[in-house]
């Protein structure tokens, strides 16, 4: 007996069951940015290795352990892409949309990461990226924090907070690495495997670390805000003042540090207590020096991307799923010569009646099976053609959710406007 075929650990079907709750989430987002004036961008799911290993850095948990790389056919090294921003960055300057322009760019789709699947965290887990380009003012990243506030009130949801920080210039960030590293070098006991491996790599997301043990010398180490230099200060103290006057709450944390190596002066994540350890729902910031290290000119840019399984889970912890959307009507075919009618007026219904939702019985079966599968469809009512039917000219229309509803017959080229004036 054949091996039973299943699907790979931390990638996942999403049933039919499902995909109306994601529907509706991606619709909301798609309206959102389309009101903000952004644009779609579709970019392969496969790069060239060398495109993460350039932007992402080589020492971040994603290079080093997570990315799905493989050697095609060519022998050329090829990943798939962990996160949106290098891609879209590659495909800004591939096709000349990024110099002396401004760009507002989203994109949505799966991203592949090998870690330990957990609940929110797959594998294959899907997103929403927001990139702009062409901008260097703190405006632009205020405008992606309000647009993200505003996400959160159209899907209802309340429980969450915003954390920003900035981590300045390329050469501040280089002075304030070296205190970084000679603070924790003193304290060298303390540290964790990982944060021994990063400290002279990556000593900032040293940070970043939840181990409990370390919270201490985390808290004591030395500010990067109290060594950032006066245009990254003058930066954030604009994003701060418009935040505020925006009515956009939220906590300056100067441990905020994001794990890819491109970012540059502002960070920020957005950030839920109710999905317990992996909080976070939507993280971004500027990254002004990504476009030139890829080979393009010099380009301001911006942007954030949000986990839609999260998005998911969190919407249902507070009860807003949306329900599925269910038929008006199921089309029962009883008697011969019926199917062929049946066809017929169910295209002339759909015709008349954009957005009906009308299933046609497939496969046979008697009347009162035909019937128990318009119950079990969720259909409001069943519209019947036996042979009688045919012959008459007439529609019978029998209520599913009425308690004593009555079933009626209907004349076939009437149909289309009782059904208007029944379902809208």
Request: glycine share 10%; aromatic share 14%; with cysteine.
């Given at each position: 007996m054949s091996k039973t075929l299943q699907s790979i650990r931390g990638m996942h079907d999403v049933l039919p069951a499902d995909t109306p709750a994601?529907?509706?989430?991606?619709t909301a987002a798609r309206e959102l940015l389309a009101g903000y004036g952004y644009e779609e961008i579709r970019m392969p799911i496969v790069e060239q290795t060398e495109l993460f290993a350039r932007s992402i850095g080589e020492v971040t948990d994603i290079?080093?352990?997570?990315?799905?790389?493989?050697?095609?056919?060519?022998?050329?090294?090829?990943?798939l892409r962990p996160e949106g921003t290098a891609g879209c960055v590659r495909a800004g300057i591939e096709h000349g949309?990024?110099?002396?322009?401004?760009?507002?760019?989203?994109?949505?789709?799966?991203?592949?990461?090998?870690?330990?699947?957990?609940?929110?965290?797959?594998?294959?887990?899907h997103q929403i990226g927001v990139e702009t380009f062409g901008m260097d003012g703190p405006d632009i990243d205020a405008e992606l924090i309000i647009l993200t506030a505003r996400l959160w009130r159209v899907l209802g949801l309340k429980d969450v907070r915003l954390e920003i920080?900035?981590?300045?210039?390329?050469?501040?960030?280089?002075?304030y690495r070296e205190l970084l590293i000679q603070h924790f070098e003193a304290h060298a006991e303390v540290l964790d495997e990982d944060a021994r491996r990063r400290l002279h790599s990556n000593p900032l997301r040293i940070l970043d670390s939840k181990n409990p043990a370390m919270r201490e010398v985390i808290r004591s180490a030395p500010s990067l805000l109290d060594h950032l230099d006066e245009a990254s200060r003058a930066h954030f103290e604009g994003l701060q003042a418009l935040l505020t006057a925006a009515g956009i709450e939220f906590t300056v944390n100067p441990a905020l540090v994001?794990?890819?190596?491109?970012?540059?002066?502002?960070?920020?994540?957005?950030?839920?207590?109710?999905?317990?350890a992996q909080g976070t729902i939507c993280a971004g910031g500027r990254y002004d020096g990504l476009v030139e290290q890829l080979g393009g000119r010099a380009t301001p840019a911006a942007g954030f991307a949000m986990g839609l399984e999260r998005l998911l889970a969190l919407v249902e912890a507070g009860g807003a799923r949306p329900p599925a959307p269910k038929p008006h009507a199921y089309l029962a075919l009883a008697?011969?010569?019926?199917q062929a009618e049946g066809l017929r007026l169910a295209e002339s219904l759909r015709d008349a009646l954009p957005g009906l939702r009308l299933v046609v019985n497939g496969g046979g079966g008697g009347f009162k099976a035909q019937i128990k599968r318009a119950d079990r469809s969720g259909a409001d009512l069943a519209l019947i053609i036996g042979e009688s039917e045919l012959a008459e000219g007439t529609i019978l229309v029998k209520p599913l959710r009425?308690?004593?509803?009555?079933?009626?017959?209907?004349?076939?080229?009437?149909?289309?406007?009782?059904?208007?004036?029944?379902i809208g």
């Open positions: 994601w529907q509706w989430l991606e290079v080093e352990k997570e990315m799905y790389t493989f050697e095609d056919r060519n022998g050329d090294s090829l990943t949309l990024l110099h002396n322009q401004q760009q507002r760019l989203w994109y949505m789709g799966p991203m592949f990461r090998h870690e330990r699947p957990q609940k929110g965290r797959y594998r294959q887990f920080n900035s981590l300045g210039s390329t050469e501040a960030r280089a002075a994001r794990g890819l190596d491109y970012y540059c002066r502002t960070v920020f994540e957005w950030i839920t207590e109710s999905l317990g008697g011969e010569g019926t009425e308690a004593g509803g009555e079933q009626q017959a209907v004349p076939r080229d009437g149909l289309a406007e009782f059904l208007r004036a029944r």
